[in-house]
Each structure stands twice: as structure tokens, then as C-alpha cells.
T-cell receptor, first 114, second 114 residues
Framework: DSGVTQTPKHLITATGQRVTLRCSPR?????VYWYQQSLDQGLQFLIQ???????AKGNILERFSAQQFPDLHSELNLSSLELGDSALYFC?????????????FGQGTRLTVV | GENVEQHPSTLSVQEGDSAVIKCTYS??????FPWYKQELGKRPQLIID?????GEKKDQRIAVTLNKTAKHFSLHITETQPEDSAVYFC?????????????FGKGTHLIIQP
């Protein structure tokens, strides 16, 4: 168990819909990262939040957004869903400083868009 | 942005033999290079990492080497065992400020033949 909790584990929804994925980081970790894993694109960095503020953006679509709340949990919102958004979405967290760079991954949310 | 190339995509070795996976990166500012192991349907788990001020690091049967000049790093697994079968990902990032999201390689499917 990495200490990173993601809910739900599985999600099936229709095209055009909106969903919210939730992540609770390890206790004390200030950074939360979201990654998308698909067969054709591999593991792709979407976005990072640090202590409530957006810190870095990767290959995140404009239809996707995220936020980190005061209790440090994070949510990834996916809207106007398309078939191609079907993927495994991972949240990861890490601590502060160069010695705490290791990113611990949650179990992921498998999103299926039908 | 950073680009990480990983080879080979599939590697089959006999149990007890060694396995080597190679990665190159493009951004000379990257200074943190982790390797993750992902078993089918599970989360990526860190197995070893190296920072740019070190040329080699070893942990039991696993070692990583880094050549900053060539922007090249490799994972070495000796005395392979059936439980080493998984997909291995290399990654690179800049740690210590700015964008810390990991850029992953496409992965290597390691198959250990009995």
C-alpha cells in the first residue's frame, strides 16, 4: 500500500459526460500529480499541484481540469468525454525537497467511456 | 519539454540471466531519474532512482547507471527471477523547483523465461 488513495477504482460513463476522480495523497505530502496511462500514449504527466497551487502542466487537455483542496486532497475533472479518454488515471504524491522526490502512485481509476 | 526514449520495448531473457534496459533523455536540466516496475493491472512502483550527481547506484540485484554527457541511463537486473516479469518504465524530471512531473519512457515488457 503506497498510502495514496484514489476513488473510484472503476468508472464507466457515456460520451459527452463529465466525471470527477478523487485522490488523497500520503500523509504529509504536499505535491499531487495526475497521470494518464493508455496503450497508445503510455504514461503521460497531466498536471501537478503543490500545497493547493497549480505548479506544472503537462499534456492536459482543455476539457480536463484539476484542483487541490486545503486538506491536500485533489480532484481531476474530465468533461465532454470522448471514447479516446478511456484510460487508467493515476494520482501520485511526493514530499518536499530533493530528498523527497519519490512519487508514490495510487492504484488508479480505470475510466471507460462508451 | 523533456523527451525520454526507452529500448527495447520487449525483452525476453532466460531465468538467471541478466537484463538491461536503456533510456535516453533530451533535457540537460533533468536531474532525477527513477525506474518504475508495473505489474499487470497494478500501480507503478519505484524500484530504484538516481540523481545527476551520481554515476551509478546499486540495490541488491538491481543497478542503474547514468551518463550525463550522453544523456543516457540504464537499468541492469542480474540473476533474473520469474517475479521480475513486468513492465519497466524509466523517467526523468527536474527536481528542486519548477516542473517536477515525471516524463516517462514508453516502457519495456520484461519476460523471464523459465
Amino acid at each position: 500500500d503506497s498510502g495514496v488513495t484514489q476513488t473510484p477504482k472503476h468508472l464507466i460513463t457515456a460520451t459527452g459526460q463529465r466525471v470527477t476522480l478523487r485522490c488523497s495523497p500520503r500523509s504529509g505530502d504536499l505535491s499531487v500529480y495526475w497521470y494518464q496511462q493508455s496503450l497508445d500514449q503510455g504514461l503521460q504527466f497531466l498536471i501537478q499541484y503543490y500545497n493547493g497551487e497549480e505548479r506544472a502542466k503537462g499534456n492536459i487537455l482543455e476539457r480536463f481540469s484539476a484542483q487541490q483542496f486545503p486538506d491536500l486532497h485533489s480532484e481531476l475533472n474530465l468533461s465532454s468525454l470522448e471514447l479516446g479518454d478511456s484510460a487508467l488515471y493515476f494520482c501520485a504524491s511526493s514530499g518536499v525537497g530533493t530528498k523527497d522526490t519519490e512519487a508514490f502512485f495510487g492504484q488508479g481509476t480505470r475510466l471507460t467511456v462508451v | 519539454g523533456e523527451n525520454v526514449e526507452q529500448h527495447p520495448s520487449t525483452l525476453s531473457v532466460q531465468e538467471g540471466d541478466s537484463a538491461v534496459i536503456k533510456c535516453t533523455y533530451s533535457d540537460s536540466a533533468s536531474n532525477y531519474f527513477p525506474w518504475y516496475k508495473q505489474e499487470l493491472g497494478k500501480r507503478p512502483q519505484l524500484i530504484i532512482d538516481i540523481r545527476s550527481n551520481v554515476g551509478e547506484k546499486k540495490d541488491q540485484r538491481i543497478a542503474v547507471t547514468l551518463n550525463k554527457t550522453a544523456k543516457h541511463f540504464s537499468l541492469h537486473i542480474t540473476e533474473t527471477q520469474p517475479e521480475d516479469s513486468a513492465v519497466y518504465f524509466c523517467a526523468a524530471s527536474y527536481s528542486g523547483g519548477g516542473a517536477d512531473g515525471l516524463t516517462f519512457g514508453k516502457g519495456t515488457h520484461l519476460i523471464i523465461q523459465p
